[in-house]
């Protein structure tokens, strides 16, 4: 195979070329090292350069300020569903969950474990196509936080603003739209994000804190699941995913190049609405499923008029070069997911196949 194929897969996905020439050249042997990224100590200061770089570039894109730590963990945004709630559920052993998808549902399964959660909100009866308007939330002004899911990776529906909460600390799993678009970092008390959708590889897991709720976290914990025992040692208590770490360095460099988190959003709409107005103009051929002013600009959903059709044209764009286009199996139907690395020109050969397919069929 000699062409990169247009890769829609939802994670792990698609990265900058830049990026993966970048750390190929390096993979042998880092400049003025002699030995590989893969190789050396998490302690070298070669590292501490990788890592202090990861930071920073986050810190810059996203104006993250100095009362938030940066940790780099692993377990995936997986163990951030159970990290959370151990550490800052206590002492009120309560919380809000917004849930909008099956991830959301599985934060909150794990949040159970530990103590009481309220669901504020669920759009689960309507099999989740959309987000709950703010005031459709039963929110507890009392709990340890809320928590929502930014993008949801499987609907296809994202939040357009953050939920209004009042005082109570938001949480956010933002795993799948993390750096599609500059946010309000203050406006959180905790972001995570695992890297594999919009940041990097997959093994490392992004976690944004506001420095005062590292007092929630118990002595009592087990050691990995603190945040704070994290906190205190720059994400080095174990071995980081070194790896990753050098990757999100390099993406966020890359980032900045490009012009920013800004010029990012610009072009995440603009890719967007080729897929979204292509599908609005299709004579009902192919149908989004998501509310259209919840529509995700990271995970395009939409159906075919039947199932064999949906096969059959993932079938055929396997085959031309379209990679990934299945939906969740736990969803069915379709999914181009069109992140940050994701080229526009990928989008607007996929819509040529797409009118191709629909004249043939
Ligand atoms: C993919 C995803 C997860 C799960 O991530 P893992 O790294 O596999 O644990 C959680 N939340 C959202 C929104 C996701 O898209």
Same mark, same amino acid.
């Given at each position: 195979?000699?062409?990169?194929?247009?890769? /829609?897969?939802?994670?792990?996905?698609?990265? *900058? %070329?830049?990026?993966? &020439?970048?750390?190929?050249?390096?993979?042998?042997? @880092?400049?003025?090292?002699?030995?590989?990224?893969?190789?050396?100590?998490?302690?070298?200061?070669?590292?501490?350069?990788?890592?202090?770089?990861?930071?920073?570039?986050?810190?810059? &894109?996203?104006?993250?300020?100095?009362?938030?730590?940066?940790?780099?963990?692993?377990?995936?945004?997986? &163990?951030?569903?159970?990290?959370? $709630? @151990?550490?800052?559920? *206590? *002492?009120? !052993?309560?919380?809000?969950?917004?849930?909008?998808?099956?991830?959301?549902?599985?934060?909150? =399964?794990?949040?159970?474990?530990?103590?009481?959660?309220?669901?504020?909100?669920?759009?689960?009866?309507? !099999? +989740?196509?959309?987000?709950?308007?703010?005031?459709?939330?039963?929110?507890? $002004?009392?709990?340890?936080?809320?928590? /929502?899911? #930014?993008?949801?990776?499987?609907?296809?529906?994202?939040?357009?603003?953050? *939920? %209004?909460?009042?005082?109570? $600390?938001?949480?956010?799993?933002?795993?799948?739209? +993390?750096?599609? =678009?500059?946010?309000?970092?203050?406006?959180?008390?905790?972001?995570?994000?695992?890297?594999?959708?919009?940041?990097? $590889?997959?093994?490392?897991?992004?976690?944004?804190?506001?420095?005062?709720?590292?007092?929630?976290?118990?002595?009592?914990?087990?050691?990995?699941?603190?945040? =704070?025992?994290?906190?205190? !040692?720059? #994400?080095?208590?174990?071995?980081?995913?070194? +790896?990753?770490?050098?990757?999100?360095? @390099?993406?966020?460099?890359?980032?900045?190049?490009?012009?920013?988190?800004? %010029?990012?959003?610009?072009?995440?709409?603009?890719?967007?609405?080729?897929?979204?107005?292509?599908?609005?103009?299709?004579?009902?051929?192919?149908?989004?499923?998501?509310?259209?002013?919840?529509?995700?600009?990271?995970?395009?959903? /939409?159906?075919?008029?039947?199932?064999?059709?949906?096969?059959?044209?993932?079938?055929?764009?396997?085959?031309?070069?379209?990679?990934?286009?299945?939906?969740?199996?736990?969803?069915?139907?379709?999914?181009?997911?069109?992140?940050?690395?994701?080229?526009?020109?990928?989008?607007?050969? @996929?819509?040529?196949?797409?009118?191709?397919?629909?004249?043939?069929?």
């Amino acid at each position: 195979m000699e062409k990169r194929i247009y890769n /829609f897969s939802a994670g792990p996905a698609i990265l *900058p %070329e830049e990026v993966l &020439l970048e750390a190929q050249k390096d993979l042998f042997m @880092l400049p003025g090292v002699g030995m590989s990224i893969l190789e050396i100590s998490h302690r070298s200061k070669t590292f501490d350069a990788i890592i202090q770089g990861a930071d920073q570039g986050l810190r810059t &894109l996203l104006g993250i300020n100095d009362n938030y730590t940066i940790l780099f963990l692993q377990g995936g945004a997986t &163990l951030q569903f159970s990290m959370v $709630p @151990l550490n800052l559920m *206590p *002492p009120k !052993n309560k919380a809000d969950y917004i849930v909008t998808g099956g991830w959301a549902k599985k934060a909150a =399964k794990e949040a159970k474990r530990v103590g009481a959660v309220n669901i504020a909100a669920s759009t689960e009866t309507e !099999n +989740f196509v959309r987000i709950p308007k703010q005031e459709e939330l039963k929110l507890d $002004p009392d709990a340890s936080y809320v928590h /929502f899911t #930014s993008n949801n990776t499987l609907y296809g529906t994202e939040y357009k603003t953050e *939920p %209004e909460v009042g005082n109570v $600390p938001l949480v956010c799993d933002a795993s799948s739209d +993390f750096m599609h =678009k500059k946010i309000d970092v203050n406006k959180y008390a905790l972001i995570y994000a695992g890297a594999q959708k919009n940041l990097g $590889p997959a093994g490392v897991t992004v976690v944004i804190i506001r420095k005062d709720m590292l007092e929630r976290s118990s002595d009592s914990l087990h050691t990995y699941m603190n945040y =704070k025992i994290h906190a205190d !040692n720059g #994400s080095m208590y174990n071995t980081p995913t070194t +790896f990753g770490i050098y990757i999100i360095d @390099l993406v966020c460099k890359h980032l900045i190049k490009l012009g920013g988190l800004d %010029e990012m959003y610009k072009r995440n709409v603009e890719k967007a609405s080729v897929l979204y107005d292509y599908m609005d103009n299709s004579d009902g051929f192919y149908r989004g499923t998501a509310h259209k002013e919840d529509r995700s600009l990271m995970n395009v959903c /939409f159906r075919l008029p039947n199932e064999e059709l949906e096969a059959k044209l993932i079938s055929e764009a396997t085959k031309a070069g379209f990679s990934g286009l299945k939906g969740h199996r736990s969803v069915g139907g379709l999914r181009a997911s069109i992140y940050n690395a994701f080229p526009k020109q990928g989008v607007v050969d @996929l819509v040529q196949f797409m009118k191709d397919f629909k004249a043939k069929n």
